[in-house]
């Protein structure tokens, strides 16, 4: 089964809604990326559609945005 | 185990992500409450804190604004 990827950027809303989603989806089936640290990923993210982060992108290819912690310009 | 809370009110953005988050979380550990049809509902949904739909309050009480459907105000 293809993973969900959780992008976020280390910001207290992103470790809040990281904790969450962590507890309600099974960790084998997230990838967590810190775009604050991984820049290289930021393009990754923004090409699946991701605006802001925390964002969880799902196996098929939706992005829910929650919350919000930071723009993806802010990233760059 | 208590249960997580999702909060919609049938618009297109609210049906795109309850489709995900039932896939992603085990379904009996979500409760779905449709504020466009049960208005009674919406005090509660603010009192738990949310602000607009689609939104998760998840078991500690924490609430996800996923994307963005419609403010709680529209659906009073």
Redesign the interface.
């Known amino acids: 089964m293809p993973k969900?990827v959780f992008y976020h950027a280390g910001c207290p809303v992103c470790v809040?809604?990281e904790q969450?989603?962590l507890?309600?989806?099974p960790s084998e089936?997230v990838e967590v990326v810190h775009l604050g640290t991984d820049k290289s990923k930021v393009t990754e993210a923004e090409k699946a559609g991701v605006k802001s982060v925390p964002a969880?992108v799902?196996?098929?290819g939706?992005v829910?945005?929650?919350?919000?912690g930071a723009s993806i310009e802010e990233l760059k």
Chains 1, 2 share one sequence.
């Open positions: 969900s809040s809604a969450d989603i507890t309600l989806i089936q969880l799902t196996p098929n939706n829910l945005h929650i919350n919000f």
